[in-house]
């Protein structure tokens, strides 16, 4: 038997975390709803105790992300995205300093604002495109947490200058790996230190849970991360991680349909005269196409579009009506389901004045390319 490091990621998406295939076992990893679990009676033996600290219903999902991300450890699932971004927090000492790109996503943006409002961190807001920039804000700082491409401005960073860079002065790396998925990009591959996800996007992948996931192959980190868990209580519930699971194993498929309709609508977008800007690094005019080319082994299914307004008509309502104008694409927040979403960023308090008004961020799904085409063409009409 092959190692699984030997296999493609689509085949272990499909092959992995399964049980042993026996007579009458089943086929998927059954789902355990306990609290608690059976001791041994003394204080040694036991490799569960208590449901906030294990769950044999989180060890599939955590063995496969950690192998997709060739990570030494498995993933560590949190209740959320937004979880496991918090978990980071135990890796700042008190009074610590924390560089975030300008364009982060904006939760992660504002949970840190407000730490250091609390005057827990010191935080350096960068922008990631600028890589000597960036590492100079470096300097000093105990940890940083980078995107690319960031969200919803789509920029791409030299991820390998930069944790390069990081890994020489010292400072723990973190990149948030949700747009890209282990299939475009394995950030720990590149000298991060800790990777991570939103779980809820395109690895589950259906709209219908929301989890985190971190993951490092550094074990001091590692046990602090899942110490952080145990006693913070962010945990996945078992249904939620029986979901994950599912929807994973699909998630080749996925991401590959969803990021052909993607460039076929970001060029559709570009040719168009009620379009200003479109961004979408698989487009030859993103600023940072040749990087993103480089780097990703695929762009996402994440673009962006300026509406431009009719005569007289203001830069939120050109925006507003482009998207109720259309069809096939949901007005939501969230991405990387199998399904079309579409909003106006800058409907959310917390997103910086340097995302235009008039942004509309287009998370694609996997339904027929020419009919969405079609259905943004009508709506621009
Ligand atoms: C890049 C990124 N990181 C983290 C999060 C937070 O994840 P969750 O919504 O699962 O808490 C999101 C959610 O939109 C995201 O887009």
Redesign the pocket.
């Known amino acids: 038997m092959k190692n699984a490091q030997d296999f493609s990621a689509q085949t272990l998406l499909v092959t992995g975390a399964r049980p042993r295939p026996v007579t009458n076992a089943p086929l998927n990893e059954p789902v355990v709803f306990s609290s608690t679990f059976v001791g041994t009676g003394s204080d040694s033996g036991e490799e569960r105790t208590y449901g906030r600290y294990a769950n044999p219903s989180w060890d599939g999902f955590e063995d496969l992300l950690g192998q997709l991300e060739e990570a030494t450890n498995p993933a560590i699932l949190f209740s959320?995205?937004?979880?496991?971004?918090a978990a980071l927090t135990a890796l700042v000492p008190f009074g610590g300093t924390v560089v975030v790109p300008r364009h982060?996503?904006q939760?992660?943006l504002v949970l840190f604002r407000q730490q250091e409002e609390a005057g827990a961190i010191k935080l350096k807001s960068v922008d990631i495109t600028d890589t000597q920039a960036t590492i100079a804000a470096l300097d000093g700082a105990d940890l940083v947490l980078l995107?690319s491409p960031t969200?919803p401005m789509l920029e791409i960073a030299d991820l390998a200058a930069l944790l390069r860079a990081a890994r020489e002065a010292g400072i723990i790396s973190v990149v948030?790996n949700?747009?890209n998925t282990p299939l475009n990009l394995r950030p720990l591959e590149l000298g991060a230190d800790v990777v991570?996800?939103?779980?809820?996007?395109y690895l589950a992948g259906h709209s219908d849970v929301?989890?985190?996931a971190v993951l490092t192959s550094n074990d001091e980190l590692y046990a602090k991360i899942r110490n952080h868990r145990a006693l913070h209580g962010a945990i996945a519930g078992p249904m939620e991680s029986f979901l994950a699971l599912r929807g994973m194993r699909t998630l080749a498929l996925r991401l590959r349909a969803a990021e052909a309709n993607a460039l076929q609508l970001a060029d559709f977008l570009s040719q168009h005269e009620r379009i200003g800007e479109v961004r979408y690094p698989g487009l030859p005019s993103h600023p940072q196409h040749e990087l993103a080319t480089e780097l990703l082994g695929g762009y996402g299914a994440i673009l962006t579009a300026t509406i431009n307004p009719r005569p007289g008509q203001s830069l939120v309502a050109a925006a507003d009506e482009f998207i109720a104008a259309l069809q096939l694409f949901t007005p939501a927040?969230?991405?990387g389901g199998v399904e079309s979403l579409v909003e106006r960023r800058r409907r959310h308090q917390g997103e910086p004045e340097s995302v235009p008004e008039n942004l509309v961020r287009i998370s694609v799904g996997i339904e027929n390319g020419a009919e969405l085409v079609a259905d943004v063409a009508a709506a621009l009409e």
């Open positions: 959320s995205g937004m979880a496991a971004v982060a996503y939760g992660s995107e969200n948030d949700t747009f991570v996800h939103s779980v809820t996007k929301i989890l985190g927040t969230s991405l």
